[in-house]
């Protein structure tokens, strides 16, 4: 991290490494290469957003859920957009936190589908408590 930082300073002309420098090796080497290449429209770019916030406000509402770190709709490697999440260092994994980890990686492409799904994590929940 250390060594991209100061190659990311030194290309932007910079004589000392800062912080910002650091978030960005950190972002290209979790992330891959930012793709300046990679034209994308607007309604392009407002889907991917939508996509992405869709994962972000399901990691929020979701009581078990890794704590969400970073949205981005850069497009890096392969991704168009992502949710990076910071995980939890536990032993044992609950059936809760699980499902609600799966859940916060869903693909939403519709409300609908939201709304499917979250009715179906609150039926579990009711019928555990039972």
């Given amino acids: 991290v250390c060594n991209e930082a100061a190659l990311i300073a030194a290309r932007n002309g910079k004589k000392f490494v800062q912080k910002e420098d650091f978030m960005n090796a950190v972002d290209r080497i979790v992330g891959g290469l930012e793709k300046r290449t990679k034209i994308t429209t607007a309604d392009e770019r407002n889907c991917i957003a939508n996509h992405e916030a869709g994962h972000a406000t399901l990691s929020w509402l979701l009581e078990h859920a890794n704590p969400l770190v970073k949205v981005t709709i850069v497009p890096r490697g ?4 992502a949710a ?31 709304l499917s799904i979250s009715y179906a994590v609150f039926c579990l929940k009711k019928k555990k408590k039972k």
Avoid: N, V
């Fill in 78 to 81: 392969k991704a168009l957009g």
């Fill in 84 to 114: 990076w999440y910071l995980p939890e260092e536990r032993q044992i994994t609950t059936r809760e936190q699980l499902l609600d980890e799966m859940l916060s990686l869903i693909h939403i492409s519709e409300p609908t589908r939201l």
